[in-house]
């Protein structure tokens, strides 16, 4: 069967979750280290194809199911303000917020959840869109994030949008080949903590 990208479909929400939740940590499968690890495609996968179906794209295995995706936002501004407005409400009634510091990853997790201005990052201004990107373990390795890559960077181009960021867990160095590879550049941060920006043009997709 012959693999494609295509657009997502709210029928793929249930892989698209397993997706995000068997890559989350560090790249990683996410259960052995979380009590409810659907705390991560709550909040980094399952709102952009909500809010921004436009620019939510799927790996399809050639028998219908989505074994990889990529999700976007052309604007993190207006994406912040969404998240909080339509999709935190509901979230929130799974994953209420906890009181005090967070004293478990998953707290740390859902702290992150109430938070989405944490996004408003200045230094990365200039990169107005923002996305995620996962595959499958035993799809990766085969060009497939590529595709994907330059499927939602031609989306963001059409869009007029000129630059696109992300950040990514700094002890996720195979990601940073990979977004190295695709020419991605390091922006500074003061205090990113665990994770580190990164961002590119929407242009020279012949590059990729």
């Known amino acids: 069967m012959t693999?494609?990208?295509?657009?997502?479909?709210?029928?793929?929400?249930?892989?698209?979750?397993?997706?995000?939740v068997r890559t989350a940590h560090e790249g990683g499968d996410s259960r052995p280290h979380y009590q409810?690890?659907?705390?991560?495609?709550?909040t980094f996968a399952i709102p952009y194809a909500v809010l921004?179906?436009?620019?939510?794209?799927?790996?399809?295995?050639?028998?219908?199911?989505?074994?990889?995706?990529?999700?976007?936002?052309?604007?993190?501004?207006?994406?912040?303000?969404?998240?909080?407005?339509?999709?935190?409400?509901?979230?929130?009634?799974?994953?209420?917020?906890?009181?005090g510091p967070p004293t478990t990853p998953?707290?740390?997790?859902?702290?992150?959840?109430h938070h989405p201005e944490r996004m408003l990052v200045p230094e990365v201004a200039a990169y107005p869109a923002h996305l995620h990107i996962d595959l499958l373990p035993a799809w990766q390795?085969?060009?497939?994030?590529?595709?994907?890559?330059?499927?939602l960077l031609r989306a963001l181009q059409d869009k007029g949008v000129p630059a696109v960021h992300l950040s990514m867990v700094t002890a996720n160095t195979p990601a940073r080949a990979f977004y190295d590879r695709l020419g991605f550049h390091?922006?500074?941060?003061?205090e990113p903590g665990p994770v580190t920006y990164l961002g590119r043009t929407t242009r020279e997709l012949d590059s990729l």
């Open 52 to 99: 921004e179906p436009d620019l939510a794209f799927v790996l399809d295995d050639g028998a219908g199911r989505a074994v990889g995706y990529i999700l976007g936002t052309a604007d993190t501004p207006r994406f912040v303000e969404a998240f909080r407005t339509e999709w935190l409400p509901s979230a929130a009634e799974r994953y209420p917020e906890p009181v």
């Open 36 to 42: 409810d690890p659907g705390i991560f495609p709550t």
């Open 3 to 20: 693999t494609r990208i295509r657009p997502y479909r709210p029928e793929d929400r249930e892989a698209v979750e397993d997706i995000c």
């Open 186 to 190: 390091e922006i500074a941060v003061p």
């Open 106 to 113: 998953d707290g740390a997790m859902i702290r992150l959840l």
């Open 141 to 151: 390795g085969q060009g497939h994030g590529r595709t994907l890559m330059r499927t």
